[in-house]
């Protein structure tokens, strides 16, 4: 991990960011009231790091998550990404931010285009963002399908997704995401759809590829576990806030606030029988 | 590179399909229809006494009733019923099915950019779309045909069309609202994708069926539409249609006087959008899953 | 005699490419005041043994042998009718999703005041009443709640009054499918408390299906591991956790990640799941199992004792008995 200067440390970096939805509270009450999906919240993720943000539903992980890959805006606060603010980007500037940054969902289920083979959608990326010739594309697609243990590349070419399994689906989705080797990729809770079994097997995975890319990683999870598993940082967001920002380890050994403390105590573990 | 899998999905839809008392009944009255439709090309070669139109039997001064040489008679001045009947068979097809076509396009083009663009852009369009839809169609087209005359079976269509793609477009709409935020196209917006690119490959693979669902619907209008017209004297003076057919019945007071002349056309207007619906209530059942019995849990 | 007696019941679902065998000759017995967990991954076939317990199966299930005795009657042959009798009084169920099993137009309090009325129509109003107050008591949900309605209530709060309707007539069996799936882990670990506390206290037996094996590990005394259809691992959940001797259940507890057992992940190669269509008497795991070995072909696999209670599936009895196999 570089960590020349301060200045240079984050990829990505969240400055006082706050984001708002509009809800309007009865029918006919003209007043909509804001609900503070994030309220005002300082981030930063280094080069070359797997950052964990941990937080139970309505915390704001998804919505952080959304803001970073220009999914949705910020209410208010900067984001910025290589020290340039993305709130300014537009037309080819924004589509070249898009091509350094990805995102894996999480559902596969959903994530996958139906009507398009798994080709298609991995190649999908390559063509909107105009990267190679239609050959090199072919090559790419298979390369990447095998990167990411779909073996061998080429028998997939031609399924659909309905033909494969919640974790093959999962892979075609880390597929996509890999294929214009991005520098950043936000991963939404990745596994908490699929099977324990199938679940460690992608982690496997994203490490093996974020240490062969250099890529950095945002792992966003409900999971305290996953994330320690995972990840070289933790962030805890509870209600909008970051609560506590530390090492995996440090977080899980020395827990400083109740919030982070009180989530330790009840993840589900062998307790009971150890 | 899509041909297979619709191909493997469109074998599984018509199994479905197929199998169901609806869609079964609908496909053969259909396809009788059809054969109707076709064998109204060749009966004016056998003797142009059978063209619909023009061909009058010159022995026959009256209308008559069925008989060797005009299996369902011959009209007051001496059309076969039967030729006619045929022709209206290929007219009814016709112009059902290009008006459901022509109104499914617009319906699902503009269902489309509304949902997917929201907004204004959507508040616009919605309203058009209100408007029209509470507009009475029939009497706008008594009104239109009224002010200029009887019309030709195109304008006809045309005018179906326009005012028959508002509900269309409201379905595609909210289906496409809900897709909108799929994951799946979520992950095209973040690829870097155009919202043109998003409509066309992504938003409407996944609302044509519906589309076409609601083409089958709209073709049972159009015909009942262009029969009333027609019935009522507003139709194409030089087209031979059931709804034309149903119009010289009255008009030259034979309403009561030849059921061979009256029934045959009613019942086939009835029959073939009967057979439209029911094509539609089958395909409903194809698209629709949750009315499928079919389930696995783990 | 016990509560609950499964014996070789074998569940299949007519599918368009043929009959899909979900569950796979099995066999248990639960007795008063017992839980018993079942634990396994999609498509193991847990949750339909559930919805066999409570005559819930989809029209194209077909059960295919066996029986399910329920205090001492044959629960396959009631009728509809006689079921009705038996759902909700006798056996209740919480299922996974809390929001959906309650009526949004209706006061919560008056839900469960109904669920006691069907099945007991001439009880008191004194009766209801308290009734209603020890049912609220017993989930931690505050009485003057009830006349809220479902929206005005948490998802815990939600799942909890599940919970009090469930338990609303006194049933004799409880069956729990995934009933903190959806929750936070804050809320699952009140909720799987409150169900254990409340079990333990009225006595009721529990059946409690998860995929999650620290949770069943949490609730329950007795274990079932099921793969493909089939029970590969059952014993007590010391027996279980503490010293696994089924491949697949080791495979299972070495993937799952708990902040205690970090250091014991090992990342399994899971192949395809078997073909659940063509009925067979080979091992189902064999394709998967890092400990299958030339010793096990041409083998079936067969029950092997480990202990009174502690029972494995498996065709390598020498390897499940030493308690130490390759994995």
């Known amino acids: 991990m570089e960590k020349a200067e301060s200045k240079n440390r984050f990829l990505v970096e969240m400055r006082q960011v706050t984001k708002a939805y509009a809800s309007r509270k009865k029918l006919f009450s003209r007043s909509s009231q804001q609900v503070l999906a994030l309220n005002s919240i300082d981030l930063g993720i280094e080069h070359g790091e797997i950052f964990g943000l941990v937080g139970q539903s309505g915390s704001g992980k998804t919505t952080t998550g959304r803001l970073l890959v220009k999914l949705e805006s910020p209410t208010a606060g900067e984001i910025f990404f ?96 890999i294929v214009l080797e991005p520098q950043f990729i936000v991963a939404d809770e990745p596994t908490s759809m699929l099977d324990a079994t199938i679940a460690i097997q992608l982690f496997k995975l994203l490490g093996q590829i974020k240490e062969t890319f250099g890529m950095t990683l945002l792992f966003i999870t409900h999971n305290l576990a996953a994330a320690r598993y995972m990840c070289d940082r933790i962030a805890v967001i509870h209600d909008g806030h970051i609560v506590e920002v530390n090492t995996a380890d440090n977080i899980i050994r020395h827990p400083e606030h109740p919030y982070t403390k009180k989530l330790i105590k009840v993840q589900p573990g062998f307790k009971y029988t150890r | 590179m899509q041909n297979k899998y619709f191909v493997s999905r469109f074998y599984k839809s018509w199994r479905i399909f197929i199998e169901n008392p609806l869609g079964k009944t609908g496909v053969i009255i259909l396809g009788v229809f059809m054969i109707m439709a076709v064998a109204s090309f060749f009966v004016p070669l056998i003797n142009p006494m059978y063209d619909p139109m023009t061909g009058i039997d010159p022995d026959i001064k009256l209308s008559t009733g069925p008989g060797l040489t005009h299996w369902l008679g011959t009209d007051n001045v001496g059309r076969d019923i039967l030729a006619q009947l045929l022709e209206g068979a290929k007219v009814a097809f016709v112009v059902g099915l290009s008006a459901a076509f022509f109104s499914i396009v617009i319906g699902t083009l503009i269902g489309m950019i509304a949902g997917y663009s929201g907004g204004l852009v959507d508040a616009f369009l919605m309203r058009i779309a209100d408007i029209i839809m509470v507009l009475p169609s029939l009497v706008i087209l008594l009104i239109l045909a009224s002010l200029f005359g009887q019309f030709n079976i195109w304008i006809i269509v045309f005018i179906i069309a326009i005012l028959r793609w508002p509900a269309v477009s409201r379905v595609i709409r909210s289906q496409t609202l809900s897709l909108k935020h799929r994951p799946f196209i979520e992950a095209s917006r973040v690829a870097g994708a155009s919202h043109v690119r998003i409509v066309l490959r992504h938003i409407m693979p996944n609302v044509l069926p519906l589309a076409f669902l609601y083409m089958t619907f709209r073709v049972t209008s159009a015909i009942l539409v262009e029969a009333a017209l027609s019935f009522l004297g507003f139709g194409d003076p030089s087209q031979v249609s059931w709804g034309m057919m149903l119009q010289w019945v009255w008009k030259s007071g ?3 006087q ?17 057979a439209f619906y029911m094509l539609g209530r089958a395909m409903d059942e194809v698209l629709d899953p949750r009315l499928r019995k079919e389930g696995r849990s783990g | 005699m016990s509560l609950l007696s499964v014996d070789h019941l074998s569940i299949g679902y007519q599918t368009k490419k043929g009959l899909l065998r979900a569950v796979d000759n099995i066999s248990f017995d639960l007795e008063q005041g017992q839980s018993l967990g079942f634990v396994g991954e999609s498509g193991c076939g847990k949750t339909t043994i559930g919805m066999a317990l409570m005559g819930l199966l989809p029209e194209n299930a077909v059960i295919l042998n066996g029986h399910i005795r329920f205090q001492g009657e044959d629960l396959i042959s009631l009728t509809e009718t006689q079921w009705q009798a038996v759902r909700g009084a006798k056996i209740a169920m919480i299922f996974q999703a809390a929001m959906n099993a309650l009526n949004p137009v209706m006061p919560v309090g008056e839900q469960i005041k109904e669920a006691i009325i069907t099945h007991q129509p001439d009880i008191s109003k004194t009766h209801l009443a308290d009734r209603m107050t020890e049912l609220f008591d017993l989930v931690d949900i505050p009485a003057r709640r009830m006349k809220d309605y479902p929206h005005e209530y948490s998802g815990g709060m939600k799942q909890r009054a599940v919970i009090a309707m ?28 409150e169900i254990k506390q409340v079990q333990e206290t009225t006595r009721t037996g529990l059946v409690f299906i998860s995929h999650d094996i620290a949770v069943v590990a949490s609730v329950c005394e007795q274990i079932c591991v099921m793969y493909a259809g089939q029970i590969v691992e059952t014993g007590t959940r010391k027996e279980v956790f ?35 269509m063509v009925e067979t008497n080979e091992c189902r795991f064999a394709n998967s199992c890092p400990a299958c070995s030339s010793a096990c072909s041409g083998r079936f696999p067969d029950w092997i004792d480990v202990s009174a209670t502690h029972k494995v599936f498996c065709c390598n009895p020498d390897m499940i008995r030493r308690g130490r196999g390759k994995s």
């Open chain 2, 254 to 256: 034979h309403m009561f």
């Open chain 1, 82 to 177: 290589d020290q340039t603010p993305i709130s300014q980007l537009k037309g080819s500037r924004l589509k070249a931010y898009r091509s350094r940054v990805q995102m894996i969902f999480q559902d596969p289920y959903q994530s996958l285009n139906p009507h398009l083979s798994i080709a298609e959608t991995v190649m999908e990326p390559l063509i909107v963002q105009k990267a190679g010739t239609p050959d090199t594309r072919m090559e790419k697609v298979i390369h990447t399908l095998e990167t990411v243990g779909l073996l061998p590349g080429k028998a997939f070419f031609n399924r659909y997704p309905h033909q494969l399994s919640g974790g093959q689906r999962q892979r075609v989705a880390i597929a996509r995401a």
């Open chain 3, 242 to 276: 503490k010293s696994p001797r089924h491949p697949y259940t080791r495979t299972l507890l070495n993937s799952y990640l708990s902040l205690d057992n970090l250091n014991d992940i090992r990342v399994p190669d899971m192949k395809e799941s078997p073909d659940q």
């Open chain 3, 166 to 193: 469930a338990l609303a007539c006194d049933p004799a069996l409880i069956i729990a499918d995934e009933p903190t799936t959806a929750l936070d882990v804050i809320v699952q670990d009140q909720i799987l408390r």
């Open chain 2, 258 to 274: 030849a059921p061979y002349w009256l029934i045959p056309p009613g019942l086939c207007i009835s029959l073939l959008t009967l």
